[in-house]
Each structure stands twice: as C-alpha cells, then as structure tokens.
C-alpha cells in the first residue's frame, strides 16, 4: 500500500463534528469554521475535522456555497446596470461582473448582445467583499466564456472537490469516457459539452453517480466498473 | 388523589420514544425532522440567501425568519390552516430561541427563512419544532456556537414530569385543572436557556425541581439530535 493510499484511508475514518462540539484543546489554533471557547476550540459547522500540526479546521459537509477568491463558477446574468452585470453564483450575495472586467472593448449600449439577461457565463471570482462579490471574464486560456449549449448539471457544491479528484483525475476519466469537455464550477454546476448529447447525457450519468458515492473508499474503481456496465448495457 | 403514575406508563423523567433525521427536504439547504412519541415536527432551512426587499437587510448581521405552522390534519379536528394568533406566536419565541446561537454576524446582509411544520400533534409542538430547526439549521451549513434543545417539563398535582403529552395536559384533580406545562429550551455546551414558558400554576419552590428535570430531558435529546446528525453521509 502506497502513503497516499494510506493517507486517504485515514481520512476517510476522520469523524463528522457537529456544531458545539469541542474538537481541540489549549494547543491548537483555531482555523475555517471554528471558534475558540474557553479553553477549548468548537467546531461551528457540521463537517469532517482536519488537524495539521497546530492548526485545526472544519471542511464543511454541507450548505450553500460560500464564495471564494480564485473560484471558478458558472453564473446566471440576473441584470443589466449601468457599469456591468448583476451575476447570480447561487451563492449567499449577488455577483457582479464590472464592464471593465469584460474581455476587448464592450459599448454601452451593446452590452446585452455580450452577456444578455438569461445568459450563463462560466467566470471567475477575483474579489469578495464583506457582502459583495466581483466576476472577472479576463483569462489567458480563453477558459472563461459564453455558455451556448450543452448540458448544465447542479449538484452539491461540497462534493465537487470528489468529481474533480486529485489533481483532476476523476474529470480527465470522465472525460476521456465520454468524449467531452466539462467545466466543473466550484458553485456545484458543471456544464458538459459534448459532440453527441448521448455523450452528454452518460457523462451527467457518471457524474450524478460520483455525487452519490462520495464516502465510499476506492471511488476511481467504482467509477471504471460503472462505465464498463453502462458501455455493456449498450 | 395525587399522580402517582403516568397515563402512558412512563418513569416521571422518561421521554417518549424519540427518533430524529436529517436530509428529509431535497430542495431545501437544509432539514430535519424530529418525532416524540406522536408529535412530528419537519423542519426546512433555506439560507443563507440575499434578503429582498432591500430595506428590511441588515448590513450589521443577517436576519433569521421562522414561521411556524401546524398543518390542518395534524390534530382529531381539523384547524383552519394558515396563520393564526397562535402560530404567530410559537413562530416568533422561537425564533427567539434559535437566534442566540446563530452566529448571524457572519452573515451581514442576508436572510436565513427556517419553516417549521407540525405533521401530528400530540402535545410539546414548539419543542419539537426547535429541536427539529435547530438540526436544520445544522444541515444548512449555519455557523452555530451550539445546538439547542427543548422538552417540556410538566406539574401534574404536585409531581414534575418531563415530556408530557396531551392526555396529561389536560389531567384533572377533583374536577379541577391541575396540569401545569412549561417548555424550556436549552443551549448544548453553556447551558443557557433561551425559551421558558408557563401555561398553569407552578409554586416558587418547585421552579428549581423543573429546571434539573429540563436539563437532564435536553441532554437526552441533545445526545438524540447529535446522533442523527453524525448518521449524514
């Protein structure tokens, strides 16, 4: 058994905390989503505890997503105002992707045929603020665009770390799978663009599966047997 | 003719037969239900989300909004449904009860909606719907200092009971009312108490009997809810 085998399996006996619940004591400092009282450091989220040498934090299990610096997400155009969008991330507070922020020179009167009411951006998070957020469409890879078609798929935004998997492992077998490209937001929508919408559709299968088993030891196996049926099926 | 035994053949600090779950609503952020004994309380958060209209936002910390409902089957005879002076009531001590240990000030400008629904009554339905929100809140993705839980403490003739129901409310001495019901609801970890209510007579002396019967009764079920809650994959 290699380290990181072992290393994943302890991790996956890691406890779920309940908020209240004391999870350090006096030799640990508090980090995400935890308080000190007291003596003690308490958990204030229901979540999986994860210590690393003084520091101790909750990864969140479940909720809506809390918008993060670096995110990539794919939004909803909610309103035109007079210096950008009104974007919304699914998130606690309204997005809002600034003119200036827009890739090329946009006119103002031109902006709904850039990004019209109804649109679906895929963009990213470059600013959060106390209750604001702010979208940038700037990237050098052209990575950020318009969604014209393809499927859009929602699922749990604290399982999308699982349907990425390490260093991207689990998207790239989808992908290679189902012969499609997926952008997976770290809001929990993941837009799949495929040649055939049969492909689509078995990629949304597998992905829908991931979400379900995300528990479960050994997950990378499961997911090559159960495209294995489903190609049987056929 | 005092109360020496309970209708339902209970110990005096026994609760009823008491189950929980979490996850029960899919569309909302979070849920729960909760069940003693014949009462059933389901709870739904959603939120945290953008508060409209604009003016009743917070920009210091965010809003927690409960509304409290008994559907018309819960009860032998059919209520009326929507809201009534009642509901109105429940709705808002317990949003007084849950507010403490949310920490709303992480949450500047938003709207937490909680929705309480009694499926059946049988007595302690303000209980259990804390207890159920309070899990619900939990599976939301909250920020809480604590967990809350709630039990209603009784006096029948001069015996203090802990979770009564509704043949013992309405128990009677000598052609008398002699039924005293009081919930309480109980912080997890400080042991504050952030709802108390009396409907009845209780002496003063007795007041200190209640409140060890409410914290040993809010243990139990706080073991109950954190159970449920470890039980979410």
């Known amino acids: 058994m290699t380290e990181k085998t072992q290393e994943l399996k302890q991790k996956d006996k890691r406890e779920i905390v309940v908020p209240g619940e004391i999870i350090a004591g006096e030799d640990f400092l508090p980090g995400d989503w935890t308080m000190k009282q007291g003596k003690d450091i308490i958990s204030t989220r229901l979540g999986i505890v994860e210590k690393s040498d003084k520091l101790v934090k909750v990864i969140p299990l479940s909720g809506v997503y809390i918008p993060r610096y670096g995110n990539v997400v794919i939004g909803e155009v909610k309103d035109i105002v007079s210096a950008g969008w009104q974007v919304d991330i699914k998130g606690p507070y309204q997005a809002f992707l600034p003119l200036r922020e827009c890739p090329g020179f946009v006119e103002t009167a031109e902006m709904e045929s850039v990004y019209g009411i109804g649109d679906l951006i895929v963009t990213k998070i470059f600013n959060v603020g106390r209750t604001s957020v702010d979208l940038s469409m700037k990237s050098r890879d052209r990575s950020l665009t318009k969604i014209r078609d393809g499927t859009i798929l929602a699922v749990n935004p604290h399982r999308v770390p699982r349907v990425i998997g390490k260093e991207g492992s689990m998207i790239t077998l989808i992908k290679n799978a189902t012969k499609t490209n997926i952008t997976v937001g770290q809001n929990g929508l993941i837009w799949i663009k495929g040649e055939k919408i049969e492909d689509e559709i078995k990629a949304e299968k597998i992905i829908n599966f991931v979400v379900e088993n995300t528990i479960t030891e050994g997950l990378t196996e499961k997911v090559e047997n159960y495209i294995k049926d489903m190609e049987e099926k056929k | ?233």
């Open chain 2, 1 to 233: 003719m005092s109360y020496t035994k309970r209708i339902d053949g209970r110990k005096f600090d026994e609760l009823r037969e008491t189950s929980a779950k979490i996850g029960v609503v899919p569309n909302a952020d979070g849920s729960a239900i909760f069940a003693q004994g014949d009462t059933i309380a389901i709870a739904a958060v959603y939120g945290p989300k953008i508060l409209n209209p604009k003016h009743q936002q917070n920009p210091e910390k965010g809003v927690l909004r409960v509304h409290y409902n008994m559907l018309s089957f819960s009860v032998g005879e059919r209520i009326r449904p929507g809201v009534s002076r009642r509901s109105q009531e429940i709705s808002r001590v317990t949003e007084w009860a849950l507010t403490p240990l949310v920490m709303l000030e992480e949450l500047p400008g938003t709207v937490i909606d909680v929705h309480i629904n009694i499926l059946q009554a049988n007595a302690g339905t303000r209980c259990a719907g804390i207890n159920a929100a309070a899990m619900a809140l939990a599976h939301a993705g909250v920020p809480m200092k604590e967990l809350v839980s709630a039990v209603a403490i009784g006096q029948m003739g001069d015996t203090i009971v802990s979770d009564v129901t509704k043949e013992e409310e309405d128990y009677e001495e000598d052609g008398e009312k002699a039924a005293t019901d009081i919930p309480i609801a109980m912080l997890s970890n400080s042991e504050k108490i952030t709802l108390m209510q009396l409907d009845g007579k209780l002496p003063t002396r007795k007041v200190k009997e209640v409140m060890e019967a409410a914290r040993e009764a809010c243990k139990k079920i706080h073991d109950i809810q954190v159970k449920a809650l470890k039980e979410y994959s």
